[in-house]
């Protein structure tokens, strides 16, 4: 019963397996194998359209250098209040644009909100070095605590950039689960609403750590190679990171995973609804499942092998928590398996 | 016949079976597995004491991050003039330290040469601002050019070190290629000699992606777990890493890969000494064999399928060279053929 | 009737007289002459113990280079939420930092609520690498808002940074209208509360360009001269900037013109308090007014030629403030003649 | 008899008066005031063309600003190997440019030698990422030396800029020695010839603190604002940098000051030249002259009150430096008298 996090889980069975396949033989190094080569096209495929594709091999790495490639003196980037950008990175972001600020920006159910952006944005007025400027806008698909930003969500964000001309970058460390939600394809979820670059991330989703950097209009990227390898993130052998793409995207077994993951994930949800002792904090679209527990309860629960993360209640339902409770975060992967669920909503009943 | 290079390989199969092994399951992120406290250990026992070691993806990224522990306003850290860190890593030692600069030391045999480092350390008074202040001394070993720093070598820099108070860095890209050459124990190559901090790379010796910064005074590592995660190397399933450590460990594979590439490149060596139209740039104590080629023949390899590089002679060789002639660089790995060496040997009888 | 900014005024005349004294003859450069000497001397008798002075161009980069001298990877400094070094400063302390954060800190009146910091600070617990580390608080003295911190709210903001063992910065831009308001003397105001460092400003209380970075432990400023002389601070004729600080100290100007400063802020404050077309928004302590006008008056106002900046309402008094009105800053200076302020009074009569 | 340097003068009396003069009254801060306008439209009649002008607080911050506005990831700056970047700013261009590096060019007499630095231009080959890329070259116009680039060789180092599309950039601590030398105007000595930024400095010919970066294409200069700005070298009353601008450029004052040092260091050359007891180390053409004195004379003369300082002697001359010899460096500056002059030459007869 690990509900820790979705990277607790070690890589898919097919991941690993292509790791053992490429591992014998040569090939060119620093991502210019044919292999490399061969999953970047795989990438075009994906989002439709020429991208520009750089391996990774942290999603703060992909989240920093994607703010690095769009830097401005006195940048200012604003991101949601609990943006991991913001909040867990440990200054990552700042650090790779040599000090250039994350505005935080509130909005419900861990989503940027639209007005709020706006008016936030207005604080720096053009040409008034004091404040600094505005450099970029950051979204996070799926959100910190499970929810989805709708097509008309992010159209709506994605206008409020492009009146202002900045950059909008969408840190998808979860975007596989959000993608399944929507039904919709990479192309309908990125550059079609307006995204400039996407950190897509792998790693919580079955591999072991396969991170990428798409630029969805190459042209923005013409840097980034410099930016990456100053960075310190150019693999040598870095077919080790195509090699696990390419056991992800084959088959869209992407897709797959993220589909078991959400569905676990709705399993926990709707179980704990109708459970009698606890209650769902909001309703997750996704793999990140949000309870109130009693605290024995939720001891308890660990003592019998449940493993899971007290979460900090944001203020729309801190109200709404007893003294004897306490709201955790329960999360699934491709890894979960569905006794593991029920063993855990049983514990509620 | 690939003499590219060592990361031209890819990963040994038992680095591959380990990663498979341990795909299984769950465990703690962020390197606080059972296996990442287990291989952390395993470090104790191989440098015979307590040392602090952390995981990161790249030899740049130790190099970088082992600067940025001993970080100094206007620091200058002192190197070989042809080392990895000011030839090789697009800034990142700079960047990783906010601008402090590498100042390139002279030495025959791609060694520092203790009097010209001396010397140039002392081009830096202490308290003159102007200039700014010594922060570091690293030395490669084995070198950028296949020699290695004899046990006596690396305590006249030490002396330097200590005489200076300057903390001491090795960069061990080839740690093991050196090790083995030397017949020494990790311990007797690095802090019974005096260095404070090792570039642990295991990448070039036949895993995928395994590098560790290794503090041998574990009160030096005080901040590196920000330094570390700031820099967007602190992997979540870190025990991707720990796992190809663990088989590397196992049975001494790594000092079996090492001798094995050092003694291919040793038959290379021996080879093109004895041979006709080839003959040995200096004497390489490692994996890395410089060969001074006819133009026309080299082509003539590659058209037959050997793959190497050409690489610009040190002024001590290059005025033997003549104009029809090359230097070229032959590396040889864990997964080097002897028939592949006795194949190229064949081409310039 | 100029009430922009007491920088908009310019240097006093005894600042001028010094300036012309001294710019005669030769002397030696970059801090070494024998008034730069006199005046760190001058220091230590005006703090009443041995203090390490480095003159700076301005505040920002004295404010900039204190959180500099006090860097931690990752690291936070906690100020108020309208705090210049958080508002006007362009990003500065995190460019000089290299991307440490700061964390607005709410509390009513512009000082930092003691039970709100204490808060923010718990939310970094110490070795949790994902959210940073502590590094720092900064108050303002006086605030920007025209507000004084007593010797009691000082003394509690320290506590709170030695239990958690964080340097205390003030940033005394207004440090001489602060003062003697308080009627403290500097060692009073500072170190005897537990204050570490002080950006001592006299650039808006008379001088042209007269800031200085003032360590109260000089050990904790043995960096300094490196980090100033890097971030080019470090001025080559730099007895311009003493012999500012000659004349502002002598006969105890400073206190002189600050007393003035606030006079007339006082005056003012007073007479519109008794307008009738006119209120105060809250009570300042120092040189800065803020008042509530009807709009149409303030443009009339402005039309018979006072200058006077319009101000973003606080929360406490955003809600009384009414369509028609505007909240404005009116600000003092050592410059500032009671006629002025008495022709301005009478407008909102 | 004070050679140590021309920023151990202080102020001209016409600087201090100006300064006085605009002490009084009110003006808008942060350079918009109308006197800040006037000077910049000055430099735009100085200049010849419409130019960006920011005014900024030392010579290392100016040049550091000019490299910030051209920065590039894994950038590379081409300079002299004596040039006042690479040895006396205490990193402070690599800090301003997070890590960009500086790269020495040999050449003689103090100048950047055409073939060298195109050889040194050629070692980064576009794309390259382990190496880093081109980002400018900046030479030092009168060089560290004290001789000056002819037109013909500015022309030189001009056409390799523009062959490889990197921007130039000439610091001009000492500009108005080499103009006055080479009787050019302003603009035939940078834009006409190929410049595109200027450190105008303005300090060490007679000012107190007045440094100036001059963009010659404007459009250059479009986030300097911002650069200046997060550098905290934006002074509140900025006008004081401008007002010292209006007397130097006022009835050609500057070009005055300039010509009075160099002919006093002229006129010590010739002395020193025709001394028995000493000789010039190589013809210098501005306000530096360069001896080789007997040691033992030298002290004698340090005895009778004179004051310089010894030089670090470059290869051309080392060789010709007698065991019991020194080099030293004798500055002069616009309050150097011909008396003294006379007297330091007599000392060597």
Not at 86 to 93: L, M, N, Q, R, V
Not at 128 to 157: K, N, R, W
Not at 255 to 271: E, F, S
Request: charged share 20%.
């Amino acid at each position: 019963m690990i509900f820790a996090s979705d990277n607790w889980a070690g890589a898919h069975p097919k991941v690993s397996a292509a790791l053992a396949r490429h591992a014998e033989g040569f090939a060119a190094a620093y991502g210019s194998s044919t292999l490399d080569r061969a999953i970047e096209a795989r990438f075009n495929e994906i989002f439709e359209r020429e991208v520009a594709v750089f391996f990774v091999g942290t999603g703060t790495a992909a989240n920093s250098l994607a703010l690095a490639s769009v830097n401005r003196p006195g940048g200012v980037t604003f991101c949601h209040r609990e943006a991991h950008v913001i909040e867990d990175e440990c200054g990552a972001p700042e650090f790779f644009t040599h000090g250039a600020r994350l505005v935080p920006v509130d909005g419900p159910d861990g989503r940027v909100d639209p007005a709020t952006l706006t008016s936030e944005i207005r604080r720096f007025p053009p040409g008034f070095v004091h404040h600094g400027q505005p450099m970029a806008i950051t979204i996070t698909q799926a959100t910190e605590i499970g929810t989805v930003y709708s097509g008309a969500q992010i159209d709506e964000i994605a206008a409020i950039a492009k009146h202002y001309q900045l950059p909008l970058h969408m840190d998808g460390a979860r975007f596989a689960n959000a993608l399944v939600h929507l039904g919709m394809t990479p192309a309908e979820m990125t550059w079609k609403r307006g995204i400039d670059v996407v950190s897509f991330g792998a790693t919580k989703n079955g591999c072991w750590c396969a991170e990428a950097l798409v630029f969805l209009n190459p042209a923005d990227a013409a840097d980034l190679p410099f930016i990456r390898k100053r960075a310190a993130q150019l693999f040598s052998k870095s077919r080790f990171i195509a090699a696990q793409f390419e056991a992800y995207f084959e088959d869209d077994l992407w897709l797959d995973l993220a589909r078991h993951a959400n569905a676990t994930a709705g399993r926990l949800q709707a179980g704990l609804t109708g459970a009698s002792r606890a209650r769902i904090g909001w309703q997750s679209q996704t793999n990140e499942v949000f309870a109130i527990l009693g605290k024995e309860d939720a001891e308890a629960a660990r003592g019998k092998g449940a493993i899971f993360y007290d979460w900090k209640a944001p203020r729309s339902v801190s109200g709404t928590i007893g003294e004897d409770e306490t709201l955790v975060r329960l999360v699934t992967s491709f890894a979960t398996g569905e006794d593991d669920v029920d063993r855990f909503i049983e514990l509620f009943q």
